[in-house]
Nanobody, 126 residues
Framework: QLQLVESGGGLVQPGGSLRLSCAAS????????IDWFRQVPGKEREGVSC????????NYADSVKGRFTISRDNARNTVYLQMNSLKPDDTAVYHC???????????????????WGQGTQVTVSS
């Protein structure tokens, strides 16, 4: 059974960069659309970005558009989230998840997402 494992988080200053990784265990993620979402305690889950199976279709929440880039390497069974120009508001636990299909057009978080892992903490602070 597919289980995703997130890594790459850490503490970074505002304006800095991080690259998150989403790896699969138990199965391959190359057959699935993958979504990144983030969670802050006491706040609603926020979708961030989604990438299609082929990697040919990507979309982003308005809050990260132009700063974050999602990509995948199916040979390595990994999806990445490159985060640049980080802001304190980006502080959260980041998760990757399987979704039935990435949204077409405007991005939205699909609540049918599943198989996410423990997440990786991203803290943006000076």
């Amino acid at each position: 059974q597919l289980q995703l494992v997130e890594s790459g988080g850490g503490l970074v200053q505002p304006g800095g960069s991080l690259r998150l990784s989403c790896a699969a265990s138990g199965d391959t993620l190359r057959y699935y659309d993958i979504d990144w979402f983030r969670q802050v305690p006491g706040k609603e889950r926020e979708g961030v970005s989604c990438i299609s199976v082929s990697g040919g279709s990507t979309n982003y929440a308005d809050s990260v558009k132009g700063r974050f880039t999602i990509s995948r390497d199916n040979a390595r069974n990994t999806v990445y989230l490159q985060m640049n120009s980080l802001k304190p508001d980006d502080t959260a636990v980041y998760h990757c998840a399987v979704v039935p299909e990435c949204p077409r057009g405007t991005y939205y978080y699909d609540r049918r997402s599943h198989s996410w892992g423990q997440g990786t903490q991203v803290t943006v602070s000076s």
